[in-house]
């Protein structure tokens, strides 16, 4: 698995990680031996990033990674962790009073004295913009609370904010052929000031897997369900904010246009990975099968995949399908 450097924090994570939003909650029951099995196989395919918060499951997600961490010293693995959501995400409830509370919690979860890496978790742009929210994250680093900061955020403007921000390492933004305004800015400005970018919801909850069709349903608890149109959180994080039959019509068109042996989503995750300034997809897995083969698309980078001729399609099917919906809102 390639590795590439984590900003300037000394350390290097794998080009492929591995969301693990699925293994908390909101994507339907994942055992806890399931759960564990989806880590293990990551770990051995070369997964040195494992992403989580303190909000999935409730703090499942945390708990269950640093048992298995835990279980397996020596392991080389870098947690980001995100905060920020245990609370109506107002501007007043970014505190250092806060701050101090939810990391606490989560080094609690995750078994370790120091967050490897934490990141706001979608705050308001406010809070972004704000002077004394970096003053309160460079706080928690100078005592050793966290190793480094950075930011997941929604739009290309809050990534822009971030990224101008001196001592931010990371920011996370939905990036994947349904997405591609992080192309126009967020990516170079990334890449020039040294900020790691992770892409996630990389393969668009799985509209590209290329496995859904019209009749495909998910369980109520399942944020495919009942968050389709935002009503639970940004509808942007489910789907990508695509219309799942146009979604579907898109992936279609990708698909046909990869040669035989490369899957969809395989392409899709060596797609994001080869592009500058991205550091790491973070796919997420409910199963071994799953996480296998997205790990397994990063060798798609030194096998030859014709990455180019597959951008060209790329741009023509978001130009021609999802462009005028999408690009404007994120």
């Given at each position: ?63 269950l990674i640093g048992r298995f961490l835990a279980a397996n010293p020596g392991h080389g693995i ?253």
């Amino acid at each position: 698995m390639q590795q590439r450097a984590l900003a300037d924090t000394g350390r290097e994570v794998s080009v492929i990680g591995l969301g693990t939003w699925q293994l908390g909650a909101d994507w339907g029951a994942v055992s806890e031996d399931d759960a564990t099995a989806v880590l293990a196989a990551s770990a051995d395919r070369g997964v040195t990033l494992f992403d989580t918060a303190d909000v999935y499951g409730d703090g499942r997600s945390e708990s269950l990674i640093g048992r298995f961490l835990a279980a397996n010293p020596g392991h080389g693995i870098t947690v980001a962790t995100k905060m920020g959501r245990r609370m109506p995400q107002t501007p007043q409830n970014y505190t250092p009073e806060n701050f101090r509370a939810w990391t606490d919690r989560s080094r609690g979860n995750l078994g370790v004295d120091t967050l490897d890496l934490v990141q706001l978790h979608c705050p308001p742009t406010e809070v972004i913009e704000d002077d004394a929210t970096y003053a309160a994250l460079d706080a928690l680093v100078a005592d050793g609370t966290v190793a480094a900061y950075g930011l997941s955020v929604e739009t290309c403007a809050q990534a822009l904010a971030a990224i101008a921000r001196p001592n931010v390492t990371n920011v996370q933004i939905i990036f994947n052929p349904f997405r591609l305004k992080p192309l126009d800015e967020v990516l170079p400005a990334a890449e020039a000031a040294g900020v790691a970018v992770f892409a996630r919801v990389p393969l668009a909850s799985g509209l590209l897997s290329g496995k859904y069709t019209s009749s495909t349903t998910f369980a109520p608890d399942d944020h495919r369900s009942y968050n389709r149109h935002g009503e639970a959180f940004d509808r942007g994080e489910t789907f990508s904010g695509v219309d799942f039959e146009v979604g579907l019509t898109a992936a279609h068109r990708l698909a046909e246009a990869l040669p035989d042996g490369v899957s969809l989503p395989a392409a899709t995750l060596a797609w994001i990975a080869s592009q500058p300034g991205v550091t790491a997809a973070i796919p997420g897995a409910r199963s071994v099968a799953q996480a296998t083969s997205n790990a397994d698309a990063a060798t798609l980078l030194d096998r030859g995949f014709d990455v180019i001729a597959f951008d060209a399609v790329v741009r023509d099917v978001y130009d021609e399908l999802l462009r005028e919906a999408i690009h404007p809102l994120w």
